[in-house]
Every structure is written in structure tokens, then in C-alpha cells.
């Protein structure tokens, strides 16, 4: 079994030891990996992904498993986040995209007419 985390794809990489005298000596850099085992509420089960401590993070910050799978495009998954991605949407359609402008896009575009409304009068 390889040692890659699941979400952010780091894997061991291969540098040099250098000691005091400078001599060079190959070395591995082990990625900082856990087995943990995350719930997806939408499938109904657990799933045991090896991830990296900044693995960890970024399914937190998104809000859990379901969550960051359907926020990434398929492209930009791991094949085992993939397969999970593509069980979701067979349980339950296809995400709807939205349609409607984020607030802060909108009350840019009302700044600047704002603004152009102001050099206009000046």
C-alpha cells in the first residue's frame, strides 16, 4: 500500500542528509499519514481513508466528507474520492448549480454603478 494521502495526493519524497562535515546521504520524507474512518450521512456508511494531517484540515474546513467530495470536480480527485463522489450523485441526482450571483459579486457590481453614477454628477 502506497504511503498518499487521499485528499491532497502528498507522497513520500527523497532528499539528502547533510551533516556538519557536508557529506550527503540519501534520506525518504514520510508524509504525515493517519487511517481514519469518516461517515458520509448521504451514502449511510463509513469510509477509512489514509490521510495527512493537512488532509485532515481541508475535509474539515469544507465540512465533512459529502461536503468536499461534491465541491471538487472528479478531475481533481483521487480515484478512491472519485468513486465515492460518483456513488453520491447515483443516490441522489445530480447537483443543481446556482444560478443566482454570490452576494459579494452583487454588491460590487452596485459599487460601481455608485460610482460612475458620482462621476457622472460631478
Given at each position: 500500500?502506497?504511503?498518499?494521502?487521499?485528499?491532497?495526493?502528498?507522497k513520500?519524497?527523497?532528499?539528502?542528509?547533510?551533516?556538519?562535515?557536508?557529506?550527503?546521504?540519501?534520506?525518504?520524507f514520510?508524509?504525515?499519514?493517519?487511517?481514519?474512518?469518516?461517515?458520509?450521512?448521504?451514502?449511510?456508511?463509513?469510509?477509512?481513508l489514509?490521510l495527512?494531517?493537512?488532509?485532515?484540515?481541508?475535509?474539515?474546513?469544507h465540512?465533512?466528507?459529502d461536503?468536499?467530495?461534491?465541491?471538487?470536480?472528479?478531475?481533481?480527485?483521487?480515484?478512491?474520492?472519485?468513486?465515492?463522489?460518483?456513488?453520491?450523485?447515483?443516490?441522489?441526482g445530480?447537483?443543481?448549480?446556482?444560478t443566482k450571483?454570490?452576494?459579494?459579486?452583487?454588491?460590487?457590481?452596485?459599487?460601481?454603478?455608485?460610482k460612475?453614477?458620482?462621476?457622472?454628477?460631478?
Open positions: 500500500m502506497p504511503r498518499v494521502c487521499k485528499v491532497t495526493g502528498k513520500t519524497e527523497v532528499g539528502m542528509n547533510v551533516s556538519h562535515s557536508e557529506r550527503h546521504t540519501k534520506r525518504t514520510l508524509p504525515n499519514l493517519h487511517v481514519l474512518k469518516f461517515h458520509s450521512d448521504i451514502l449511510g456508511r463509513d469510509f477509512s489514509r495527512s494531517a493537512a488532509g485532515l484540515r481541508t475535509l474539515t474546513k465540512g465533512g466528507l461536503a468536499y467530495v461534491m465541491a471538487k470536480p472528479v478531475s481533481r480527485l483521487t480515484p478512491e474520492m472519485a468513486a465515492i463522489k460518483k456513488a453520491i450523485i447515483k443516490k441522489n445530480a447537483p443543481e448549480k446556482p450571483k454570490p452576494a459579494h459579486k452583487a454588491n460590487r457590481s452596485a459599487r460601481l454603478v455608485k460612475v453614477a458620482a462621476k457622472k454628477t460631478k
